[in-house]
């Protein structure tokens, strides 16, 4: 599995990063939309992109959307530091993506797990 | 009985006479309502009932003073009437005698036959005389005609014979003489042809008199009679008879004119006394008239009528004094009424303040503190993750268990953290048509199971009438789910839980969650609303749920109240406008 991870909290990124990478998920991190987008336009694929919705520049949503025009197979998962998903509910359609911060690392495992298998072949097929 | 006599009370006692909302007092006008009522009814009745009752007084007193004055004015109008009769009683007497001494002279008068013959034609003439005599100068009874046989007696030492020897004339005292029958003397003196003087008397009954008086007696409690100069009853007095004949109020000082003064008898009764001394222009006498009346008498009818007005007063003011009672206390109960509505709305527009602002420092302060949160969470992660997934220190416990506290402890400040964003954030409302029905029915299916387990009834009745209600889904879910799970942590096994809603009006409807569990005391209702305020043990609450839930409901234009027994249950009631009204935009 091939992760691409987005936010500008650079030390949470890392971290993030290295502990994903102990549990043999291969990390890419950005700390800004615009780097994350450049390294997708130059080919470089990735099954899911873990996205940070406030950032300064590009944000989470319309990071979101820009990729998947880029690729449309691609997997999202939102982290947000505003609150819970409840808050979230109206205008989003992946409402269950949300995860807040702090994480729990076991909850962003079975979320990546979740969109790596069955889905995936689904959206293959329907793409 | 008592219950039902509390309610009575409960019913007729206006409201602040039982305000014990203390934390209402510092928005109240009127600080003490009880003596603001106690004042209003005070000062109504003094502007009411003092001057109605000064003018009373004055107008007892006028008529009083009035009264009196007729009262004297009449009573001396029957002195002076009674004294012109009695004055000319006598002077006709005394001068039918002067006239037969002066024109028949001592020769003819000393002839018994011819004495006699007078005797019949003054009898004729006036009546009531007894007997005629001639007395010489010597006092003796010279002739005598009448149906005594006096001859002979000698009247020298008499008081009558002496004062006619100074004054030519005399009337004496009544007097029961030799005799033994009460009659007055009159006597004229006249002078013989040798110079000696002798005098002619007559007998009076007193019959005639006391008639007389008789005839001027008005009214049942007046008195009219005679009493000589020492206050020696001369006629009888019906009342003021005293001890030997003497009358037992003073006798009145000497005044040549008729007289009526007021003054009191023995008993303490108030009376009116006319009086007049009397003379005749021939003789003086020593008679004193008096016309005694008892004042209340005479006051009887002004007496009647003042007890009527008595009444008629008492009655008014009775009905002032309700009249303003009531009045004062409904009026007073409709200030403390609309004044209590405005402390009320003055608290809450404090706490609708106060929550703002907490709720403005509260996202300042979880915005912050989050992402170093983030950070040692996943630093702490981080260090557990090579701990346990590098098994070089998997064996270690005691590090792995520091870790997982610093991770818990994370865990629960962004519990903190997300709820307070929760509370502070102000997204726009997005309206949309939602069945109360459904979404209640939802909420309960996340708590199905816990019910199930904990054997909690739980019992929902939303009739089919509501109306579907534009609101927020989000936030209204929230409202619900926050209250649900409140009354499911207030309740023990084996409870209930009852969610109902009802219309309030066409406008808003009121949903009611009520359980029957531990309760609210009444010291903590007030606060239920205030952030961060907790009954539970540290940890396990963080004070936000139902501040949250007011903030939700403020923004959906609603009003959120509770009642709550400790013991007997907390009902929540949520009132909601069917539409949310668009706000006016400027």
């Not at chain 2, 579907?468 to 409870?495: P, S």
């Not at chain 2, 209930?496 to 009121?510: H, I, K, T, Y």
């Amino acid at each position: 599995m091939k992760v691409l991870l987005v936010d500008d909290e650079q030390k949470f990124a890392l971290m993030l990063a290295k502990r994903l990478a102990l549990r043999e998920i291969q990390t890419e991190v950005f700390f800004s939309g615009e780097k994350a987008l450049e390294t997708v336009q130059q080919g470089n694929r990735f099954d899911v992109a873990i996205l940070d919705v406030k950032m300064p520049g590009i944000g989470g949503i319309e990071l979101k959307r820009r990729l998947g025009l880029l690729d449309p197979a691609m997997k999202f998962v939102f982290l947000t530091g505003h609150g819970s998903k409840m808050d979230y509910t109206a205008g989003v359609q992946e409402a269950e993506n949300y995860l807040p911060k702090p994480l729990q690392i076991e909850e962003l495992m079975e979320t990546l797990n979740r969109l790596t298998e069955g889905p995936t072949a689904a959206a293959d097929l329907d793409g | 009985m008592m219950k039902s006599l509390n309610r009575l009370r409960g019913a007729i006692w206006p409201r602040f006479h039982r305000n014990h909302d203390e934390h209402l007092n510092p928005y109240y006008t009127f600080q003490d309502y009880r003596q603001t009522w106690g004042m209003t009814i005070f000062i109504l009745m003094m502007t009411a009932l003092v001057p109605l009752v000064v003018m009373t007084l004055i107008y007892y007193q006028l008529i009083e003073t009035s009264i009196n004055t007729e009262s004297l004015l009449r009573t001396e109008r029957l002195a002076s009437n009674a004294r012109r009769a009695v004055t000319f009683f006598l002077e006709e007497r005394l001068a039918a005698l002067t006239f037969t001494v002066n024109e028949m002279g001592y020769d003819r008068l000393t002839n018994p036959g011819r004495l006699s013959e007078v005797l019949r034609n003054l009898k004729l003439g006036f009546g009531g005389l007894t007997d005629l005599s001639v007395i010489a100068d010597t006092g003796t009874q010279v002739t005598y005609a009448g149906p005594f046989n006096l001859e002979g007696k000698d009247y020298s030492n008499q008081p009558w014979f002496m004062e006619c020897h100074q004054h030519n004339a005399c009337v004496s005292e009544i007097f029961s003489g030799y005799r033994g029958v009460p009659h007055i003397v009159v006597a004229v003196k006249s002078m013989r042809p040798d110079g000696r003087f002798f005098v002619l008397r007559a007998t009076l009954e007193t019959e005639r008199l006391i008639q007389t008086l008789s005839s001027y007696k008005t009214g049942e409690h007046a008195d009219i009679f005679l009493v000589n100069r020492d206050g020696l009853l001369q006629t009888p007095s019906q009342f003021y008879e005293g001890e030997f004949h003497h009358m037992n109020i003073p006798v009145p000082a000497y005044s040549d004119r008729t007289r009526a003064v007021m003054s009191t008898d023995r008993s303490g009764q108030p009376i009116l006394i006319g009086y007049a001394f009397i003379d005749t222009k021939i003789a003086p006498t020593s008679f004193i008239l008096m016309v005694v009346k008892q004042k209340a008498g005479m006051m009887k009818v002004w007496l009647d009528l003042r007890s009527n007005i008595n009444w008629f007063f008492g009655f008014s003011a009775l009905i002032i004094v309700v009249v303003i009672t009531l009045t004062s206390t409904v009026m007073v109960n409709k200030i403390f009424q609309a004044d209590r509505q405005k402390a009320e709305t003055m608290v809450a527009a404090e706490r609708n303040c106060q929550l703002a602002s907490i709720g403005q420092l509260a996202a300042g302060v979880a915005h912050e503190i989050n992402n170093p949160l983030a950070l040692i969470n996943e630093t702490a992660g981080y260090v557990k993750d090579l701990f346990t997934i590098k098994q070089q220190y998997k064996e270690d416990p005691d590090l792995l268990e520091h870790i997982d506290s610093i991770i818990d402890a994370v865990a629960r400040c962004g519990t903190i953290t997300r709820q307070l964003l929760g509370f502070a954030r102000h997204f726009d409302v997005q309206t949309q048509p939602i069945n109360l029905k459904d979404m209640v029915a939802d909420v309960i299916n996340f708590h199905k199971k816990e019910a199930e387990y904990r054997n909690i009834k739980i019992h929902v009745d939303i009739p089919e009438t509501i109306p579907l209600i534009e609101t927020d889904r989000g936030k209204l879910q929230q409202i619900i789910l926050n209250l649900v799970n409140n009354a499911f942590q207030a309740i023990d096994n084996g409870c209930f839980l009852d969610v109902r809603a009802e219309m309030d009006g066409p406008e808003q409807v009121r949903l009611f969650i009520r359980d029957n569990g531990c309760g609210i005391s009444e010291e903590h209702l007030n606060k239920v609303f205030e952030p961060f305020f907790t009954t539970k043990k540290e940890g396990q609450g963080t004070g936000l749920g139902l501040s949250i839930t007011y903030g939700l409901v403020q923004k959906l234009h609603g009003n959120i109240t509770v009642q709550s027994k400790t013991g007997q249950g907390t009902t929540f009631v949520v009132t909601l406008p069917v539409q949310i009204k668009k706000e006016t935009q400027s």
